[in-house]
């Protein structure tokens, strides 16, 4: 049974950081890409960084660039998403979700505001 529990988020300042995590279960993990995404409210959800099975790979979304950074720990089943110098347009749930795998966590929200 797949499970992702992300954990990490909270209300945080403008200029600020945070790191998000997501422990994996119920599947193989090293063999998946891994994926960050986020909802803001009233919008859709939408990709924020993947990276390759051994972390070799990594893309952002262009709004990201330069501020956050995916990463992953295949021994601890792990990914995370480092945020730094976040804005207040940042605020949203953030989801990891494994490629090709259908299932999504609860979340973790973020805020961003002074």
């Known amino acids: 049974q797949v499970q992702l529990v992300e954990s990490g988020g909270g209300l945080v300042q403008p200029g600020g950081s945070l790191r998000l995590s997501c422990a994996a279960s119920?599947?193989?993990?090293?063999?998946?890409?891994m994926t960050w995404y986020r909802q803001a409210p009233g919008k859709e959800r939408e990709l924020v960084a993947s990276?390759?099975?051994?972390?070799?790979?990594?893309n952002y979304t262009d709004s990201v660039k330069g501020r956050f950074t995916i990463s992953r720990d295949n021994a601890k089943n792990t990914v995370y998403l480092q945020m730094y110098r976040l804005k207040p347009e940042d605020t949203a749930v953030y989801y990891c979700?494994?490629?090709?795998?259908?299932?999504w966590g609860q979340g973790t929200q973020v805020t961003v505001s002074s």
């Open positions: 990276i390759s099975t051994y972390g070799t790979t990594t």
């Open positions: 979700k494994a490629a090709r795998i259908t299932y």
């Open positions: 119920g599947f193989t993990f090293s063999s998946y890409g």
